[in-house]
């Protein structure tokens, strides 16, 4: 049986290096943030708890997770460092086991999005029965970032932060990810010695390494071989890097499901899609979290599906169209011009260019609900709640105001009135 497993999650710093006033952990990347993309890689682990370490705007990141299953969350209050902040987590952590934690600690840190659970992982069994393991990558430009110090054997003797480095050990191209995972007995006298002796006046996690040595423990490493697995965000430029990164996975992802995606250079999709097998996406085509899109499906060019949409087997949707929480049937078609909000279409319907369904009365927003085999002429407005009954016709330029169109007639001008019925359809 594998030994119980804890997850800290630091999450408490600023990012003054974004310049933005949002939290750093809580910005956006494919439709989540950078503390949930986190959260939910670890989940996979199946941790016994997970501790978010905040402090800045704590109140603000604490109602983005919410909810969660085994989360503590706690505050480390004034940070002195990343050592400081997983001594907080281990005594609320022992809290919520009703003593001593007994089981594996994993630390990982919030805005590191890129960071797969396989790698998680991996360093878990690297660590095996020993009393840690720190993962390492090789990095062209390790500016900036901790060193891996091996002896002449080849042993890791401890970690440098790069301001406590000497300048033979600046030259080190194998540098900390930041990522560990402890023996939690090992793991709490190595956090009783820490200290802020160094040029920041931090207690820093990495110390713990040389701690877990001299108590004549072993530290083992694992090596992730994904360069970009090891990009921390700090700015938005590296935001902007990560994200490019994570979207190609999601791409990647929906290409190996059968989509045909003609550009994805120019194709943006989020977490939290669903989209079948044979559907074509065109170019400078936006979807993001929560749309789902069936088999044999068209979407785009430069079409825009907002958070809810869903589009039936063999849908089609096209240029300048935007939709949110609209399902549209099976077979239907929205090819131009055309915003649905709030709206339902049935099978088979066609939606003419530039038809607008006007959801928004300045304080609600309103259903418009369009029956299956319906026609809505070209530069059509249905002002919400509206229900336009089966097999209708509404024609070009209408504006319908009336809360019911029946089935089969047909409505035209200014405000749209009825103009007759269509043969073969009952009213």
Request: charged share 25%.
């Amino acid at each position: 049986m594998p030994r119980p497993l804890a997850v800290i999650v630091l999450a408490a710093g600023k990012g003054t290096r974004t310049k933005v006033s949002l939290p750093k952990v809580l910005l956006p990347i494919c439709g989540k943030t950078l503390l949930d993309t986190v959260l939910d890689t670890v989940s996979a682990l199946k941790p016994k708890h997970t501790v978010a370490v905040l402090h800045h705007q704590m109140d603000r990141v604490q109602k983005t997770i919410e909810g969660r299953d085994g989360l503590l969350v706690v505050d480390q209050g004034e940070p002195r460092g990343t050592g400081h902040a997983v001594q907080v987590a281990m005594k609320a952590l022992d809290e919520a086991a009703g003593g001593e934690f007994d089981g594996e600690v994993l630390v990982c840190y919030g805005d590191m999005p890129l960071v797969r659970a396989e790698t998680f992982a991996m360093l878990r069994a690297s660590k095996g029965a020993c009393g840690g393991a720190v993962l390492t990558a090789y990095m062209e430009d390790p500016t900036g970032l901790g060193r891996a110090i091996r002896d002449e054997r080849g042993e890791l003797i401890g970690i440098r932060e790069e301001k406590d480095c000497s300048d033979d050990e600046r030259l080190i191209d194998e540098i900390n990810v930041g990522i560990t995972c402890y023996d939690a007995s090992a793991l709490r006298p190595a956090l009783a010695q820490l200290s802020d002796d160094n040029a920041q006046g931090e207690l820093y996690l990495t110390d713990t390494v040389e701690h877990l040595l001299q108590a004549g423990q072993v530290v083992e490493t694992a090596t992730v071989e994904d360069e970009e697995e090891a990009l921390g965000v700090n700015s938005l430029t590296q935001l902007a890097q990560a994200r490019d990164a994570m979207q190609l996975r999601i791409l990647e992802h929906h290409l190996a499901q059968g989509v045909i995606i003609e550009d994805p250079a120019t194709t943006v999709i989020d977490h939290g899609v669903t989209i079948g097998k044979d559907t074509r996406i065109l170019p400078y085509t936006v979807i993001r979290s929560s749309v789902r899109v069936g088999e044999g499906c068209e979407v785009g060019p430069f079409t825009h599906l907002r958070v809810d949409t869903v589009l039936e087997n063999g849908a089609e949707v096209g240029n300048f169209v935007e939709a949110k929480k609209t399902t549209i049937g099976e077979g239907s078609k929205a090819k131009h011009l055309t915003y649905l909000g709030n709206t339902e279409i049935g099978k088979k319907s066609n939606i003419g260019a530039g038809t607008i369904t006007a959801n928004y009365d300045g304080k609600d927003k309103h259903q418009t609900v369009i029956g299956d085999g319906s026609f809505i002429g070209s530069g059509t407005v249905i002002v919400a709640p509206s229900t336009i009954g089966d097999g209708a016709t509404i024609g070009a330029g209408a504006i319908v105001t009336k809360k019911e169109v029946p089935p089969g007639e047909i409505w035209v001008g200014l405000p749209a009135r009825r103009h007759g019925q269509k043969e073969g359809v009952n009213s």
